[in-house]
């Protein structure tokens, strides 16, 4: 009964190959997030999808690139990965404006590029 | 664009003391304050929401305060415990074009309560 889910929780790759991590929330929140832990500890976003709208944020590569099949589903696709791509990578969704508004977080997904 | 910042960045108290994390921030018009803990190598623990309309929430031995005149947070840990012991991190809501909050995270604060 897990409320965000992720998927793999450790992922290792080379560089130059295509990844994709999977997200989802059985909350029903209309809004989900994509955040971006580095090595320094700081987390930072990178996209937010809200109402079949997404917004992306700007310092984010076009190789990575979020997409959703369905409201409880928000996937992170990698392309070409880098050596600076190393980081934890964590889903968030949250309920309408209207409520209280928290969010949620998944447990993470380490993706270490060698 | 929002720049939060936690201070101090470490922090060990002995166990049953009462301690007080900091948060500021640059840009007033927040939407709301969220404060998480984070153990190591774990997900992000929700802890107290902070609306911009209050000042301040209670969870237990936590108390949050808001202030965004100034553009600061408090987080209050009363009677600490070694079980405390994690990252604790302050994270401030504005919502984009879409109505999405987006969190600006600060750099956390380290805590190691010293049984």
């Known amino acids: 009964d897990t409320a965000v889910s992720q998927t793999p929780k450790y992922l290792v790759t080379q560089m130059g190959n295509d990844k994709s991590i999977k997200c989802e929330q059985n909350l029903g929140h209309d809004t989900m997030y994509w955040y971006k832990q580095d090595s320094k500890k700081f987390l930072k976003i990178m996209f937010s999808y809200n109402n079949k709208e997404l917004i992306i944020n700007e310092t984010v590569p076009n190789r990575f690139s979020p997409k959703s099949p369905d409201k409880a589903h928000l996937n992170l696709h990698i392309n070409s990965l880098e050596l600076g791509d190393s980081a934890v990578y964590f889903c968030?969704?949250?309920?309408?404006?209207?409520?209280?508004?928290?969010?949620?977080f998944g447990p993470g997904t380490r993706l270490t590029v060698t | 664009k929002q720049e939060v910042t936690q201070i101090p960045a470490a922090l060990s108290v002995p166990e049953g003391e009462n301690l007080v994390l900091n948060c500021s921030f640059t840009d007033s018009a927040i939407y709301n304050l969220q404060w998480f803990r984070q153990d190591p190598g774990k997900g992000l623990t929700s802890l107290l929401l902070?609306?911009?309309?209050?000042r301040e929430q209670t969870s237990g031995r936590l108390n949050a305060s808001l202030d965004k005149s100034s553009g600061r947070s408090t987080l209050y840990i009363a009677a600490s415990q070694p079980g405390d012991s994690a990252t604790y991190l302050c994270a401030v809501g504005g919502l984009d074009q879409t109505g999405a909050n987006n969190l600006f995270f600060g750099t956390g604060t380290r805590l190691t309560v010293i049984p």
């Open positions: 968030a969704s949250s309920p309408p404006a209207d409520s209280p508004y928290e969010q949620y």
């Open positions: 902070i609306q911009s309309s209050q």
